[in-house]
């Protein structure tokens, strides 16, 4: 059964620097890695999906990276602004035919301004 | 707008007393699911659908029920709810095959003394 762990769970930076959120999981046969954020009150919402084939993927000022062998993924944001401060979740998509989720438990991102 | 709406978004009740979160998607998808969010535990999925009149579990199907009889709407149904399903509780839909551009809904939470 396919277990994803992010370190670390609260994480709280100044604004402007460039920061790091690790994302590991367990059965590399994955099918794809994503990256969701989320707001108090608020749903998910879609940040960056890492198809397996893929290394890493970018939008902005985050890049996502995906190391399938290792069961690693990292997301990184540059930069960081207050208005970047939410819960960051990393998901696993498994290869069946449902595309089923695995989500972490997340990272709580706090950037002071 | 593309939006998944639940309802309620909060809710007191007693165990044992029958409830039921609706779950509406306007954008035509196949697939839908529920989740539930618990501290330290990230999103697990109770059970999801791939199209009108077919569902199946997830990870933590005990105590739920679901049907989908329109592709818009897929109600979580409590028949007997009990404290430890005290939690915030996520619809999610996306168009079978697109893993990108999946919406959640703004979450339910649930408590029951």
């Known amino acids: 059964k396919q277990e994803v762990t992010q370190i670390p769970a609260a994480l709280s930076v100044p604004e402007g620097e460039n920061l790091v959120l690790n994302c590991s999981f367990t059965?590399?046969?994955?099918?794809?890695l994503q990256w969701f954020r989320q707001d108090p009150g608020k749903g998910l919402t879609s940040l960056l999906l890492?198809?397996?084939?893929?290394r890493e993927q970018t939008s902005g000022r985050l890049n996502a990276s995906l190391d399938k062998s290792s069961g690693r993924s990292t997301l990184y944001i540059a930069a960081s602004q207050p208005g970047d401060s939410a819960t960051y979740l990393c998901?696993?998509?498994?290869?069946?035919?449902?595309?089923?989720?695995?989500f972490g438990s997340g990272t709580q991102l706090t950037v002071l301004p | 707008e593309a939006q998944v709406t639940q309802n309620p978004r909060y809710l007191i009740t007693v165990t044992g007393k029958k409830l039921t979160v609706t779950c509406s998607q306007n954008?035509?998808?196949?697939?839908m699911s529920w989740y539930r969010q618990d501290p330290g535990l990230g999103l697990r999925q109770i059970y999801y659908?791939?199209?009108?009149?077919?569902?199946d579990k997830g990870d933590v199907p005990e105590g739920y029920k679901v049907s989908r009889k329109e592709k818009r709407n897929f109600p979580l149904i409590l028949e007997s709810p009990s404290p430890n399903q005290t939690s915030l509780y996520f619809c999610?839909?996306?168009?079978?095959?697109?893993?990108?551009?999946?919406?959640f809904g703004p979450g339910t939470r649930l408590t029951v003394t």
């Open positions: 998901a696993a998509i498994s290869s069946g035919s449902a595309r089923q989720l695995t």
């Open positions: 659908s791939m199209n009108v009149e077919v569902t």
């Open positions: 954008m035509n998808h196949e697939y």
């Open positions: 059965d590399s046969a994955i099918y794809n």
């Open positions: 890492i198809q397996s084939s893929q």
């Open positions: 999610a839909s996306r168009a079978q095959g697109n893993l990108y551009e999946q919406y």
